[in-house]
């Protein structure tokens, strides 16, 4: 029998996992429209069946999904309208810092009653609540990300770009994206470990008297815990870094692989290997074919494109589509033009008379607080603020060593970058159980072992950031180094540590801004009939958020806001100006 070559054959191997990726992804999506659409449940009944758990992990990836695309079109929006408009930069910024300061738990009261109140009859007020709380763990670190990237493109890229009469537009897809693409990835992945973080919060939560709870791994982890199930707790443990290996082999990889053509400098000797899924998108007939098929519909819009010049009309393009034909005018440009330059002055002062008018509201109901719940709360802020600070110091007390030594050694890089991305990836409050078994192993108090449970999610932001420092440390400084027979100790006194202290400043802001949020979960834990609860501000926060007391609630997030921002306003803006200006690169 004559053997068909691998080129003409129907399928090749390589068919088999997109086909596999693609049914589960459209059996996914299926999933979360059963239960959106499905009569309205608050409290749907959660098993710990194994044979469940799938299902479960499925609905939560979809979920995750949406609300990273919903953040990833926000960030690019958001980041590049600030950017862009120093009048628009003026109000959303702090507007920004304010946003990223309130925990998950501060929008979802709002949120959940809202939307029940706009879908009465079914589940998708729910799960649009939900999705939106994972999308408020996500955005703000990859909209700051994308903003920082824009402000800080090379005076001479745009000076280029200037010169060859780029449009907005072409500047933003020819320039600024590529230029942001390295610390975009990046950060995203550390948005969607964000989102995890507080999957359990998301997907099962309580409202004074009401339980919600909605089908998923983070509701199946809070069940498993609060009845005290470790082996349902070792499933759902297991079922969870399945998923992380899974996105990292079938998503992570290809696209921060992809994004490094559009590095700046070329590193000797990292020369990561190709990622498997593109190997398998590469070698795919299905993925050919379906190239193919684009290619040949976009060269026939392109042939259907018809551009025209005229003496009175100027520039004029004719796109047929069909039977219609659209004309575009230079005169319609214009308009446009002076569109946006109106929005750019509406759009602020529609935001600032929102905050005016919800600042009013605010204060109505703040002063509704005693003077003594005052005393409480700032008492409560100063035992999370004394955590707070203890996380990023034992943090930086292991991730700096740590992501120096990995990070002045491609061989280190290679064999260490996937196992960081997985442990990123991971959700810590499912190891709060594990960590609180620790703790009462050697006998350590909650009041100040809930420090080390804040840390278990704040330390990989200051890690990423001394990785990506480390990794952009000039070679012709350590090779300079070398010849000159400097010892390790001066190595790391003169070269490394000034490298990497930008990245690390930029690391402890976003640590910080991430301890804070996770002080909601650390400092109440439950563990079957245990619950455990120490005096600070995010407990204050879990208790308001449960018993639905909303002044209070409105109290602890409005003392969370002030310290959060003043923080960043004042000791970080000044230890990043310190950091840029003291150990620059570049002059």
């Not at 993925?287 to 005229?310: F, Q």
Request: hydrophobic share 55%; glycine share 6%.
């Amino acid at each position: 029998m004559r053997r068909v070559p691998v080129s003409q054959r129907l399928f090749a191997i390589a068919d088999i996992p997109v086909l596999l990726l693609l049914a589960t992804i459209i059996y996914g999506v299926i999933a979360l429209s059963r239960e959106w659409s499905a009569d309205f449940q608050p409290v749907n009944e959660i098993s710990l069946s194994g044979w469940m758990l799938p299902y479960y992990t499925l609905l939560s990836a979809v979920r995750g999904g949406v609300a990273y695309g919903i953040s990833l079109i926000f960030s690019l929006v958001y980041g590049y309208t600030a950017a862009k408009s120093k009048t628009a930069e003026r109000v959303l910024i702090p507007m920004l810092d304010i946003l990223q300061s309130i925990p998950v738990l501060g929008f979802l009261p709002g949120l959940v009653l809202g939307l029940i109140a706009v879908f009465p009859n079914t589940n998708t007020g729910l799960e649009i609540a939900a999705i939106l709380m994972i999308f408020t763990g996500q955005a703000w670190n990859m909209t700051f990300s994308f903003y920082s990237s824009l402000k800080s493109v090379p005076s001479d890229f745009i000076e280029a770009s200037t010169v060859m009469s780029l449009t907005r537009f072409q500047k933003l897809v020819k320039l600024e994206l590529p230029f942001s693409a390295v610390n975009l990835a990046w950060n995203s992945l550390m948005s969607m470990a964000g989102g995890w973080f507080f999957l359990s919060v998301c997907e099962a939560f309580t409202l004074g008297d009401r339980d919600f709870r909605l089908p998923g791994i983070g509701s199946y982890m809070a069940k498993a815990v609060s009845e005290g199930n470790t082996f349902a707790m070792v499933l759902g443990v297991v079922a969870m870094i399945t998923l992380i290996i899974t996105m990292d082999v079938f998503f992570w990889r290809p696209v921060l692989a992809w994004v490094q053509k559009y590095r700046l400098e070329d590193v000797p000797g990292v020369a990561p290997p190709e990622p498997l899924m593109r190997l398998i998108m590469r070698e795919s007939r299905i993925v050919r074919w379906l190239k193919v098929v684009y290619r040949k519909n976009a060269s026939r819009r392109l042939a259907d494109l018809d551009v025209e010049t005229t003496e009175d009309e100027g520039l004029r393009v004719r796109v047929t589509l069909g039977h219609r034909v659209l004309v575009v005018k230079t005169g319609k440009v214009l308009k446009t033009f002076a569109l946006r330059r109106l929005l750019e002055f509406v759009v602020p002062a529609l935001a600032a008379a929102f905050v005016v008018w919800g600042s009013v509201k605010l204060f109505r109901v703040l002063a509704e607080i005693h003077l003594t719940t005052w005393v409480v709360l700032i008492r409560n802020t100063i035992w999370s603020l004394i955590r707070v600070i203890g996380a990023l110091t034992m943090s930086t007390l292991w991730a700096v060593p740590f992501g120096i030594w990995v990070g002045t050694s491609p061989r280190r890089v290679r064999i260490a970058q996937p196992i960081i991305q997985v442990c990123a990836s991971f959700p810590a409050p499912m190891l709060y159980p594990l960590a609180l078994a620790v703790m009462a192993t050697f006998g350590i108090n909650f009041d100040w072992g809930s420090m080390f449970l804040m840390m278990l999610g704040v330390q990989w932001y200051v890690l990423f950031n001394v990785l990506a420092g480390s990794l952009r440390i000039p070679r012709e400084l350590s090779d300079a180094l070398s010849l000159m027979d400097i010892s390790s100790k001066d190595r790391w006194k003169y070269l490394y540590l000034p490298s990497v202290f930008p990245a690390l400043v930029t690391g402890w802001v976003t640590a910080a801004g991430g301890a804070w949020n996770a002080s909601i979960v650390a400092e109440v834990v439950s563990y079957g009939a245990v619950k455990l609860r120490t005096p600070g501000l995010g407990s204050t926060i879990s208790q308001a958020a449960e018993s639905k007391d909303l002044p209070l609630l409105a109290a602890s997030l409005s003392v969370m806001v002030i310290v959060v921002v003043t923080l960043n306003r004042t000791l970080w803006a000044k230890l990043y100006r310190s950091a840029q200006v003291r150990f620059r690169m570049d002059g």
